[in-house]
Antibody, heavy 122, light 107 residues
Framework: QVQLVQSGAEVKKPGASVQVSCKAS????????LHWVRQVTGQGFEWIGW????????IYAQKFQGRVTMTRDTSINTAFMDLSSLRSDDTAVYYC???????????????WGRGTLVIVSS | DIQMTQSPSSVSASVGDRVTISCRATQDISSSLAWYQEKPGNAPKLLIY???SLHSGVPSRFSGGGSGTNFTLTISSLLPEDFATYFC?????????FGQGTKLELK
């Protein structure tokens, strides 16, 4: 079945960087856009950006521009999100989520990873 | 950014009840709205997309409606597994934004 398996929890100090990975299985990786979303505890979800797995093209929410980089490695069906200059308010669960549309982008998320907790604390 | 406001923030109901949750956008988003179900420890599940289209495998007791700025999610007859948190998401305008969630609790 379609699955997105994310890397494990991370604890980082303020100013550091974190990389979260998202390994896809059960479908052809390059056929579906991948989005990254986060949820701060007790708050709603926040969309971070998307990556086109074929071209590697990305779009980021303005809030994260300059701090986030999304990449992918098609040889291992894995997407990566790097977030730098971490602050305490970046403490959240980070999710990768597959766009539901084959070969295009509709911005609905039909499959989500289980989430990766990133804690930023000194 | 488009703000998505859900109401109520929580609702208590019984098995068999009909429940409707609302989601309002601060700008016209046409029919570009999704509803998700979230349970603790699990990945969110897509229920409805394009405001009223039922995602594959989702039971027909779930339905969505609305367009423009006002949307609803209705569960026609609650089952025990439906007690969860539900949230909406607009897919029309970058950046894509979410409602704050509605917690559906057992009365």
């Amino acid at each position: 079945q379609v699955q997105l398996v994310q890397s494990g929890a991370e604890v980082k100090k303020p100013g550091a960087s974190v990389q979260v990975s998202c390994k896809a299985s059960g479908y052809t990786f390059i056929h579906y856009y991948l989005h990254w979303v986060r949820q701060v505890t007790g708050q709603g979800f926040e969309w971070i950006g998307w990556i086109n797995p074929i071209t590697g093209a990305t779009i980021y929410a303005q809030k994260f521009q300059g701090r986030v980089t999304m990449t992918r490695d098609t040889s291992i069906n894995t997407a990566f999100m790097d977030l730098s200059s971490l602050r305490s308010d970046d403490t959240a669960v980070y999710y990768c989520a597959r766009d539901y549309a084959f070969g295009r982008r509709k911005n609905y998320f039909d499959t989500w990873g289980r989430g990766t907790l990133v804690i930023v604390s000194s | 950014d488009i703000q998505m406001t859900q109401s109520p923030s929580s609702v208590s109901a019984s098995v068999g009840d009909r429940v409707t949750i609302s989601c309002r956008a601060t700008q016209d988003i046409s029919s570009s709205l999704a509803w998700y179900q979230e349970k603790p420890g699990n990945a969110p599940k897509l229920l409805i997309y394009a405001a009223s289209s039922l995602h594959s495998g989702v039971p027909s007791r779930f339905s969505g409606g609305g367009s423009g700025t006002n949307f609803t999610l209705t569960i026609s007859s609650l089952l025990p597994e439906d007690f969860a948190t539900y949230f909406c998401q607009q897919a029309n305008t970058f950046p894509y934004t979410f409602g704050q969630g509605t917690k559906l609790e057992l009365k």
